[in-house]
């Protein structure tokens, strides 16, 4: 059975940091590329971080970038994405997906963590 169990958000000051994970299980987790999305309240959902299956390549979304790093541990199973100098601007539900890259498999979500940066 395919499950992705997100966790690590809660309560946050401005200027703290948090470090989400991506727990894994039920398929072929070095044949997939993790992205975390994040949707705030009245916003459409954002792609903030990629790492490739191979851990070869990172992208950020530039409101991020250089503030949080993504990462996997192909051992085991797991992502995470790091998360410094947090502001309330990155309140959101964050999700981790996993994605093959080709249409002849199924895409598979986690159900979300949510973060909270107030003071």
């Known amino acids: 059975q395919v499950r992705i169990v997100d966790s690590g958000g809660g309560l946050v000051q401005p200027g703290g940091s948090l470090r989400l994970s991506c727990a894994t299980s039920?398929?072929?987790?070095?044949?997939?590329?993790i992205k975390w999305y994040r949707q705030a309240l009245g916003k459409e959902r954002e792609l903030v971080a990629l790492i490739t299956k191979d851990g070869s390549n990172t992208t950020y979304a530039d409101s991020v970038r250089e503030r949080f790093t993504i990462s996997r541990d192909d051992v085991k199973f797991e992502a995470y994405l790091q998360m410094n100098n947090l502001q309330p601007d990155d309140s959101a539900v964050y999700y981790c997906t996993a994605r093959r890259g080709s249409t002849r498999f199924a895409n598979y979500w986690g159900q979300g963590t949510q973060v909270v940066v107030s003071s």
């Open positions: 039920g398929f072929t987790f070095t044949s997939y590329h």
